[in-house]
T-cell receptor, first 116, second 112 residues
Framework: ETGVTQTPRHLVMGMTNKKSLKCEQHLGHNAMYWYKQSAKKPLELMFVYNFKEQTENNSVPSRFSPECPNSSHLFLHLHTLQPEDSALYLC???????????????FGPGTRLLVL | GQQLNQSPQSMFIQEGEDVSMNCTSSSIFNTWLWYKQDPGEGPVLLIALYKAGELTSNGRLTAQFGITRKDSFLNISASIPSDVGIYFCAGQKINTGNQFYFGTGTSLTVIP
């Protein structure tokens, strides 16, 4: 248990569906992240939120839409996805998110997404 | 984004052997983190390093923050079957905001 939870753990969706991934952190952190992890590929940073404000959008297609209502919750809204979007989606959080001293990033268990 | 160079890419070892892996960067980092990831799960933090030259242990795992601040090493002593998994390094540069940079991973297989 890392203090970061994600739901659902597994998701199968069609290309016309709309779904949302949820992440919650219980660590009192101020920064939250979405990563995509495809088979045989390194972690890809998607979005970063710091104090609820988006500070990084790593050229992610608009069919992925993040939402951060507060520092503890992060959502990833999905619509009209493609089969190549199938991957493990990981949420993470870190303390201040300012690149200061002693930053540590903790990951959730991930959502395994399959797009048919 | 920038990736860290992690080696080796994979390792097959006998149970009881020691393991070493490393991560290098062309940039200076102020934080190095080491994670282990099991299939279908998220990475779990093993060791965090914050000072050049720092040597930190977590059970049979030992990691070091390189003096040049451009590399880090992870050693596993007396490997056991449950050490199997993918090990990732991650680093953060000073004053660059939130972003962490990740290595490409080392896949470890332990043969009983």
């Amino acid at each position: 248990e890392t203090g970061v939870t994600q739901t659902p753990r597994h998701l199968v969706m069609g290309m016309t569906n709309k779904k949302s991934l949820k992440c919650e952190q219980h660590l009192g952190h101020n920064a939250m992240y979405w990563y995509k992890q495809s088979a045989k590929k390194p972690l890809e940073l998607m979005f970063v939120y710091n104090f609820k404000e988006q500070t990084e959008n790593n050229s992610v297609p608009s069919r992925f839409s993040p939402e951060c209502p507060n520092s503890s919750h992060l959502f990833l809204h999905l619509h009209t996805l493609q089969p190549e979007d199938s991957a493990l989606y990981l949420c993470a959080s870190s303390q201040s998110g300012t690149g200061g001293d002693q930053e540590t990033q903790y990951f959730g268990p991930g959502t395994r997404l399959l797009v048919l | 984004g920038q990736q860290l160079n992690q080696s080796p890419q994979s390792m097959f070892i006998q149970e009881g052997e020691d393991v070493s892996m490393n991560c290098t960067s062309s940039s200076i980092f102020n934080t190095w983190l080491w994670y282990k990831q099991d299939p279908g799960e998220g990475p779990v933090l093993l060791i965090a390093l914050y000072k050049a030259g720092e040597l930190t242990s977590n059970g049979r795992l030992t990691a070091q923050f390189g003096i040049t601040r451009k590399d880090s090493f992870l050693n596993i002593s007396a490997s056991i079957p449950s050490d199997v998994g993918i090990y990732f390094c991650a680093g953060q540069k000073i004053n660059t905001g939130n972003q962490f940079y990740f290595g490409t991973g080392t896949s470890l297989t332990v043969i009983p």
